[in-house]
Nanobody
């Protein structure tokens, strides 16, 4: 059974920082794209940032220059460093991985359970 488990959410004041981590576990053959998405109340889920296996990154315009995504292929983890946080960054943040599980040998996307990030004074 493949699982993605996120950690690191919480409450932070505007201008503060948080670091989100996500670990993929289980019988995994290979992981391709990994990324972070977020969903605010009443809004659609949106891409925050993603990263390819070779480290190429892509960011939403709203977080460029403030957020940094990175991954450790040996540990099957992806991290999102969030700086200069704003109230509009408040959302549930989800980790996503496009991977091939050993059991199926077919690529599909897997999602974490989500972690709440609240930016408020």
């Amino acid at each position: 059974q493949v699982q993605l488990v996120e950690s690191g959410g919480g409450l932070v004041q505007p201008g503060g920082s948080l670091r989100l981590s996500c670990a993929a576990s289980g019988l995994i053959f290979s992981i391709f794209h990994m990324g972070w998405y977020r969903q605010a109340p009443g809004k659609q889920r949106e891409l925050v940032a993603d990263i390819t296996k070779d480290g190429s990154t892509n960011y939403a315009d709203s977080v460029k220059g403030r957020f940094t995504i990175s991954r450790d292929n040996a540990k099957n983890t992806v991290t999102l460093q969030m700086n200069s946080l704003k109230p509009e960054d408040t959302a549930v943040y989800y980790c996503k991985a496009d991977l091939i599980a050993l059991r199926t040998m077919a690529m599909r996307d897997y999602w974490g359970q989500g972690t709440q990030v609240t930016v408020s004074s």
